[in-house]
Each structure stands twice: as C-alpha cells, then as structure tokens.
C-alpha cells in the first residue's frame, strides 16, 4: 500500500514548532573559566550537576584540547562542546601542565555576577564559559536518541548566528553591566538551545531524525495523527489504516527515521505530556493514567516511575513549583 493521498497533511513546519516548544531550557549554570600556560582539568560532572543536565563549555577565547578516553578533540574560539549525558572527558593546552580544579575553586551560590576563576599567569590565555542547562525535552525518550555523547558545533563559519552569540557573551563577561548575569544566562541558553535544535532536526548515528521524518510521506503523517490526537485508542492497525499504508510499512519506516516503533513512540510521548501535567497542573493522577491510556493507576505508576524515576505523587511533590 501506499500513502492515501486524500489524507491532508499539515505543513511539517507546524510540526516542526510543536515538537521545538518542548526544547526549553528549564535550568542553567554557568561561570567563566580563564586558564593560561600548559594545564590540565578533569571535566567530568562536577556533584553539583543535575543528573539530567547537559554540560557544556562554549570557547570564547584561545585554543584547548578535549580528550573522552583515547579520542581528543581541538577547540577553537567559538566552538561548543555539549555532552547530553555527562560522559567523562578531559579538557587542557599544551602537555604536562598541571591539574586544576575549577569547580572547586567556585565560590558558594547565589552568584551576584558571574564568577571568573583565573589561573596562572601566561601570556597564552583560553577563555572558557563553563556550565550545565537542564532541558525538559530530554525526558522524551525519542529525543534522547537523537542525541550522541558528544556535541562539537563550530561557529566560525561564514553566515553562522552563532557567533554573534558568542561574541555578546565575551562582551558580557569582560565588560560586567547591571543585569549582566541574568543577559549572560539568556545569551548562554539561546546558544544552547540552538546546538540542540541542530542535533533534533539532523538526528543521530543510526537514523535521520525529525526533519527527515516529518518529510516522509508514512512517518510524516503518523506523526501528525498521533502529535494531534495523542490520547486516541491508536493501534498499529488503526494508524495504518488511516496513513494508508500497510502495518509493515508503518513500522519499517517508523523505525528507519525514528528507530523506535510507533505505538511506542505514542507511549513515550503520553508519558512525556503526562509529566508536564503533573508539574502544571493538579489533574488526578488516575485522569493522567486514563489520558495515558493505561488501564489502571497502578500500571501508569509502574511506567512513569520506569521512565522518571519516582512514581507520580512523589514526582509532583518534589517537582510543583511552590
């Protein structure tokens, strides 16, 4: 079978701009790491990282190496370094410097301004914004898969946005104005959400992600149905007889663009809109089971706590703002 040509699609970019509204950065840290002459750091999730956060370093001067087990890296001014799931790396210039430890040289929080830690006194200078943000989007499982261990955006090239972000952020740091932190923490989490935005449209090692799914004619349609009607009884039969294609096409092609299966996919992301639900507002927990289509309360619990970690009424209390 092929797709039904009768079915109307929306324009992929509206789906585009669904799926980007949960790409947000919902927390962020960052400080202002200013190393010179031969050294060496342990960058690796510091203990006051979320588990969920996404470490970065955005190199706002200067050159410096970065080394994840026996592969390293060369960063030069304007480059970004994500690292989505906290993988163990080390940063550095030159060779045989010697260890230091930015993060415990932090001062306590709050900040008023940024700190700046500075150390040794070369003449060869890297500069460095140093930090973590917390993006919600992470929590839906499918995204996570479209994000490797490792981010390396280089914003250097001609016509890139980019740089012009990363050059506020260096004015931002050298000449410190009233409402500098709070500018810096914008600047920083745009910067952020665009290397993200990058990787969720390009996809991953092992599939082609969202830009290609959506402009496939099956899997393009399969997510207009289920990102329109998320909380419809769908089963593998149903949505393929409404795309007008076979169950097998439906799958096979799902999980060629996705690499997940698509009643999975629905379930991932009942899951995903039952947790902001929880956070925004005070629907019954045995509602959200409903609207997520499990039979019972105690299966929804089972499910959310698999994916989140805590079972819902923990999840609420812990995360309902006050």
């Not at 956060?53 to 200067?62: Q, T, V």
């Not at 060369?74 to 989505?84: C, K, Q, W």
Request: hydrophobic residues 40%; aromatic residues 8%; proline residues 7%.
């Amino acid at each position: 079978m092929t797709p039904n040509p009768n079915q109307v699609r929306r324009d992929p970019g509206a789906l585009i701009a669904l799926l980007l509204r949960r790409v947000r950065i919902t927390d962020s840290m960052q400080y202002c790491f200013v190393p010179s002459g031969d050294w060496e750091t342990d960058a690796s999730p510091a203990p006051y990282k979320p588990k969920d956060a996404i470490g970065f370093h955005i190199l706002a001067g200067g050159s410096c190496w970065l080394e994840i087990g026996s592969e390293r890296t060369m960063l030069r001014e304007g480059d970004i370094a994500a690292f989505p799931f906290g993988t163990l790396h080390r940063i550095g210039a030159g060779s045989g410097g010697s260890e230091i430890d930015p993060g415990g040289a932090l001062p306590p929080t709050p900040w008023i301004e940024t700190p700046v830690l500075r150390f040794g006194n070369s003449k060869r200078v890297v500069r460095m914004l140093c930090g973590y943000v917390r993006c919600e989007a992470t929590h839906f499982r499918p995204f996570r898969r479209s994000l490797p261990e490792f981010i390396h955006v280089s914003t250097a090239n001609d016509g890139d946005w980019l740089s012009g972000i990363i050059a506020q952020i260096v004015r931002e740091v050298d000449v410190p104005r009233r409402g500098g932190t709070a500018m810096l923490e914008r600047l920083t989490e745009i910067a952020l959400l665009e290397v993200l935005r990058r990787q969720f449209l390009q996809g991953s090692a092992g599939y082609a992600g969202w830009l290609e799914a959506i402009q496939d004619p099956v899997v393009g349609r399969c997510l207009d149905l289920l990102h329109g009607e998320p909380m419809r009884p769908w089963t593998l039969n149903i949505l393929a007889r409404d795309v007008g294609a076979s169950r097998s096409v439906v799958a096979d092609r799902f999980a060629e663009k996705l690499g997940i299966a698509p009643i999975a996919y629905l379930r991932d992301w009942r899951l995903f809109l039952a947790r902001e639900r929880l956070v925004q507002t005070n629907v019954p927990i045995a509602l959200l089971a409903a609207e997520a289509g499990y039979a019972s309360e105690a299966a929804f619990n089972r499910a959310f706590g698999r994916a989140n970690g805590l079972p819902p009424a923990a999840f609420r209390r812990q995360n309902k703002p006050s």
